[in-house]
């Protein structure tokens, strides 16, 4: 019998990664945690709890007390918000995964998810159809946190035998909890504006092509890849999960056809930069190959259940 944690469950992801868990492994066996409240679905669905992944004390004895099995890791600082105070989103990025780390093998534990992101690749990585395998060299502090991420989960598979797995995600469009401070965020903040006010003006210019993923495929991504048998999984870094690209004139198109008076206008700021250092897309073959990885939703199925979903929390 599994018995799950999930750290950072109140964030975009872990909102409905752990409502998905839930489901599959039983209510009173997915502990969802976070520094802060999280949505009543969670803390009233199942065992919720009030959680610092930096105390590493209080997370031991969490893992403890619940025998906890296997642990989604999922608290972190994002692109955009880890640029304004880099030091300390280099703290909470990489020693919240180290505790993890530890703590599975001090406790033996027999798997662990954490996400890395397409902020591995930087200006000298190939932006088309970018590799599995190519030169990483990011320029951001989340990618750097995310690159050295993937070291050391590649390093503790193979120096203690932790089956730790994971996943480049691209941006990811939800509807259930607003993004959490990065480069891709436009993505879902244009379907709150464009319905309550119909204008969004987008910080990043209107062709910049990026990959993003609907949180449907991403889940479905995230539960195969951690029920894949453990010698299927040849990569031991990190997954590149392609989605599909798009930029935010085209993003603006799709939405005009459904609201035909919706306005875009581009005013770009300082995460210009940062989605200028990043694939325009992705090559997920690998992923495909090794795990059986498919996604469903293109732009258009993706706009029709964002403005569906969205419309019904403004009516
Ligand atoms: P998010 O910011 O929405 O959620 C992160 C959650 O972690 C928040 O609820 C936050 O309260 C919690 N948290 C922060 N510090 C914590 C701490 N010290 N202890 C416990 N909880 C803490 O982020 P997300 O979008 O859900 O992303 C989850 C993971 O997926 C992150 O590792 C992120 O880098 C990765 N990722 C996300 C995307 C995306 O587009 N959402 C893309 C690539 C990778
Ligand atoms: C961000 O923009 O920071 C995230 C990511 C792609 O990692 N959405």
């Given at each position: 019998?599994?018995?799950?944690?999930?750290?950072?469950?109140?964030?975009?992801?872990?909102?409905?990664?752990?409502?998905?868990?839930?489901?599959?492994?039983?209510?009173?066996?997915?502990?969802?945690?976070?520094?802060?409240?999280?949505?009543?679905?969670?803390?009233?669905?199942?065992?919720?709890?009030?959680?610092?992944?930096?105390?590493?004390?209080?997370?031991?004895?969490?893992?403890?007390?619940?025998?906890?099995?296997?642990?989604?890791?999922?608290?972190a600082i994002?692109?955009?918000?880890a640029?304004?105070k880099p030091i300390a989103s280099w703290h909470i990025n990489m020693e919240s995964?180290?505790?993890?780390?530890?703590?599975?093998?001090?406790?033996?534990?027999?798997?662990?998810?954490?996400?890395?992101?397409?902020?591995?690749?930087?200006?000298?990585?190939?932006?088309?159809?970018?590799?599995?395998?190519?030169?990483?060299?990011?320029?951001t502090v989340y990618?750097i946190s995310k690159?050295a991420g993937?070291?050391?989960?590649?390093?503790?598979?193979?120096?203690?035998?932790?089956?730790?797995?994971?996943?480049?995600?691209?941006?990811?469009?939800?509807?259930?909890?607003?993004?959490?401070?990065?480069?891709?965020?436009?993505?879902?903040?244009?379907?709150?504006?464009?319905?309550?006010?119909?204008?969004?003006?987008?910080?990043?210019?209107?062709?910049?092509?990026?990959?993003?993923?609907?949180?449907?495929?991403?889940?479905?991504?995230?539960?195969?890849?951690?029920?894949?048998?453990?010698?299927?999984?040849?990569?031991?870094?990190?997954?590149?999960?392609?989605?599909?690209?798009?930029?935010?004139?085209?993003?603006?198109?799709?939405?005009?056809?459904?609201?035909?008076?919706?306005?875009?206008?581009?005013?770009?700021?300082?995460?210009?930069?940062?989605?200028?250092?990043?694939?325009?897309?992705?090559?997920?073959?690998?992923?495909?190959?090794?795990?059986?990885?498919?996604?469903?939703?293109?732009?258009?199925?993706?706009?029709?259940?964002?403005?569906?979903?969205?419309?019904?929390?403004?009516?």
């Open positions: 019998m599994e018995k799950i944690l999930v750290i950072g469950c109140a964030g975009q992801i872990g909102s409905e990664l752990t409502l998905e868990l839930r489901k599959i492994y039983g209510d009173s066996n997915v502990v969802a945690t976070d520094i802060k409240p999280a949505d009543k679905e969670i803390t009233e669905g199942g065992p919720f709890e009030i959680l610092d992944v930096l105390d590493t004390h209080r997370l031991f004895g969490t893992v403890s007390r619940n025998k906890i099995t296997q642990i989604y890791h999922l608290a994002l692109s955009g918000n640029e304004k995964l180290l505790n993890v780390m530890e703590l599975s093998r001090e406790l033996n534990l027999s798997k662990v998810f954490w996400p890395s992101s397409i902020a591995v690749f930087g200006p000298t990585t190939p932006r088309e159809n970018t590799p599995q395998f190519t030169v990483m060299e990011p320029n990618g690159l993937e070291r050391w989960l590649e390093y503790y598979f193979h120096r203690y035998g932790i089956d730790g797995r994971s996943i480049r995600y691209p941006g990811l469009i939800s509807h259930k909890t607003e993004a959490g401070g990065g480069t891709t965020d436009y993505a879902v903040e244009i379907f709150y504006d464009a319905i309550r006010e119909k204008k969004y003006e987008c910080f990043l210019s209107e062709d910049t092509y990026l990959p993003m993923q609907f949180m449907d495929d991403a889940i479905k991504a995230t539960i195969n890849l951690m029920e894949a048998p453990a010698d299927k999984i040849q990569v031991r870094s990190s997954y590149n999960v392609a989605g599909i690209s798009f930029s935010p004139k085209e993003m603006a198109e799709e939405i005009k056809k459904q609201i035909p008076d919706f306005n875009i206008s581009y005013n770009p700021d300082f995460r210009q930069a940062i989605a200028d250092s990043w694939p325009k897309s992705i090559d997920d073959t690998v992923a495909q190959q090794e795990w059986g990885l498919t996604n469903s939703f293109d732009l258009k199925k993706m706009v029709e259940v964002m403005l569906r979903e969205v419309g019904k929390k403004f009516s």
